[in-house]
Nanobody, 128 residues
Framework: QVQLVESGGGLVQPGGSLRLSCAASGFSLAHYTIGWFRQAPGKEREGVSCIRGSDGRTIYADSVKGRFTISRDNAKDTVYLQIDSLKPEDTAVYFC?????????????????????WGQGTQVTVSS
């Protein structure tokens, strides 16, 4: 049974940092691409970052590049999203997702349609 569980969200002031975790069970991170998405109220879910299963290449949306860092710890079957310099517009529910394989172009994995499994989401609120 494939399962993804996000954690690490919370309330933080602008300029602060959070590290989100995506823990996998029922499968190994090897050969999977893991993506992070977010959905703010009234907005569509958007891809913010992914780490490709084939080679570990990382991709970032322009809106978060330079502030977000995705990484993985295969020993823990966990992918992380380090978020620095948080802005109020980063407020959203953050989801992680897994796609089998990981051989397509990097930008492909910022699309929802690339993914097979989704976590339940963790709330990130940036407010003073």
């Amino acid at each position: 049974q494939v399962q993804l569980v996000e954690s690490g969200g919370g309330l933080v002031q602008p300029g602060g940092s959070l590290r989100l975790s995506c823990a996998a069970s029922g499968f190994s991170l090897a050969h999977y691409t893991i993506g992070w998405f977010r959905q703010a109220p009234g907005k569509e879910r958007e891809g913010v970052s992914c780490i490709r299963g084939s080679d570990g290449r990382t991709i970032y949306a322009d809106s978060v590049k330079g502030r977000f860092t995705i990484s993985r710890d295969n020993a823990k079957d966990t992918v992380y999203l380090q978020i620095d310099s948080l802005k109020p517009e980063d407020t959203a529910v953050y989801f992680c997702a897994a796609a089998q394989g990981g051989y397509a172009s990097g930008s492909y994995y910022l699309a929802l349609t690339a993914y097979d499994y989704w976590g339940q989401g963790t709330q990130v609120t940036v407010s003073s």
